[in-house]
């Protein structure tokens, strides 16, 4: 190697150490002070050892490179999750706090290109105290750069993850909002429209950054979050835990794993966990574990709209998206933020060919005027929808009740084109329950009889009888009434038979869900 050659390859190394620097030693330090990783470091944990490719490492704006300061606060590449391809994109926050400069909006949105291309998952790792003030808050010219648009590009092509690490203002909390799935740590991370300050110079109102938009307000409150993690480790294997049930992109199937569960395993016991009074509660997540393969559920959203359950588990190593209702909370019924949680879960799972699993207890939709002002007719209705568009297989289980309009909305219903409905000996279906039906319909009978209670009391038998899936197995409305301990086993077995499905719908630019 001549000496010239020497010369410039060592110019080549001392710039790109300069680069993995960041912002430098003392910034690193501070960044290790707040209880943060650096970019590289939150990378390192994540992806396969020895497998992440940076790209455009260099990039810099004029100013910026002739001091030596590179990247422009982000850090993206590609690498292996399990063996998996991936994209990454992680704010750097030792360079410029991590703001979103035109460099920075360039290299998220080239590596977002790059995963639509080539068919992988992206993920983006956000720490960042929002746009660059000193050239962002002007009229910029046309860049193509839009983070917006590409995610938006990205929707339903490949699946897209967010982990919010640190601050996250403006630009981060909107582009996460626009992802499949959003991750925050408990206690360090934050991501609001507007920040404390500027709520306090218009509406003059004190708050911290955490109780404007902190972990546990976005995952209980604004259901922004679907996890919530006390450290970026366990968030890590959170991400990594979730891309096992997840396709690489819309063409693909979901990975099968293999497992030991007997896929005929009859269960002796599930049934026991339905209590015998139907006015009493239980925890619906007690038969989701019992029925999945070796009892692992993955729960998204768990701490928003507890009234129903959202997550994946695997059936004979296959990855299905469970949807239940959640007798602890509200009966089960169905609200505005339930809705918007159910639906949004439907229409990820269709869009990247996961089956979706009913486990139905619910009874019906919440009543008052809280929810009828608050729009539940327009949430509830996009269940509806979801429901009706997705294509993937779906199989419905009555466990206990469904009644009034969220038995379509829970799948219990054929023609908004659920594949398979079973029901548990302990199943009932009607309009609502008996004692309301007996009221308002035969109100006037009852007043008017000699022992009104007893003849309140007959019809309410008689109404309940006719809730009973018998009835409904008659008239064809469920396949077959099943054994709880088969249920595993049922599921399985549909699952297999619906492996090959296909559905074609109409031709169209795409539909208008009621937002």
Known sequence: ??????????????????????????????????????????????LDPSTFVEMKMLAALPDDHQKDLYGDGIVVGYGKID????????????VKAGTTGAVHRSKITGIIDRAIKTGVPVIGLWNSAGGRLDSENKPLPISRSSIFFRCTQASGIVPQISAILGPGAGN?????????????????????????????????????????????????????????????????????ALLGYLPSNYMEKPPRIPTTDDSERFDEEIGDLIPPDPRKSYNMKKIIVRLLDKGIFLEAKAEFARNIITGF???????????????????????I????????????????????????????????????????????????????????????????????????????????????????????????????????????????????????KDKIRELKEAAKPYPMAYGELVDDIIEPG???????????????????????RHGNIPL
């Open 313 to 335: 588990g695997r059936l004979n190593g296959y990855s299905v998206g469970i949807i239940a209702n959640q007798p602890l909370f509200l009966a089960g019924s169905l609200t």
């Open 486 to 508: 088969e249920t595993r086993g049922r599921l399985i077995s549909a699952l297999e038979s619906l492996e090959g499905k296909r559905e074609i719908r109409h031709p169209k």
């Open 1 to 46: 190697m001549n000496e010239e050659l020497k010369k410039l390859i060592m110019e080549l190394r001392v710039k790109k150490e300069k680069a993995t620097l960041g912002g430098g030693p003392k910034s690193i330090e501070k960044q290790h002070e707040g209880g943060r990783l650096t970019a590289r470091e939150r990378i390192d944990r994540l």
């Open 83 to 94: 063996g998996r391809k991936v994209c990454i994109y992680a704010q750097d926050y030792t």
């Open 172 to 240: 981060a909390g909107y582009a996460t909002a626009l992802t499949d799935f959003v991750l925050m740590v408990d206690q360090k991370s934050y991501t609001f429209a507007t920040g404390p300050i500027a709520v306090r110079k218009v509406l003059g109102e004190e708050i911290t950054m955490e109780d404007l938009g902190g972990a546990k307000v976005h995952s209980q409150l604004s259901g922004l979050a679907d996890f919530r993690v006390k450290t970026e480790e366990e968030g890590f294997a959170q991400i990594r």
């Open 337 to 456: 933020d339930a809705s918007d949680k159910e639906a949004r879960f439907i229409r990820f799972c269709d869009a990247f060919n996961i089956p979706l699993i009913f486990l139905v207890d619910t009874t019906g939709f919440l009543p008052g005027s809280q929810q009828e002002h608050g729009g539940i007719l327009r949430h509830g209705a996009k269940i509806l929808y979801a429901i009706s568009e997705s294509v993937v297989p779906k199989i419905a289980v009555l466990i206990r009740k469904a009644y009034g309009g969220a038995k379509p909305a829970m799948g219990i219903d054929k023609d908004i084109g659920v594949d398979h409905i079973f029901a548990w000996p302990t199943g009932e279906s009607a309009i609502m329950g008996a004692e309301a039906v007996a009221e308002v319909i035969y109100g006037k009978e009852i007043s008017r009889a000699d022992d009104p209670e007893k003849f309140r």
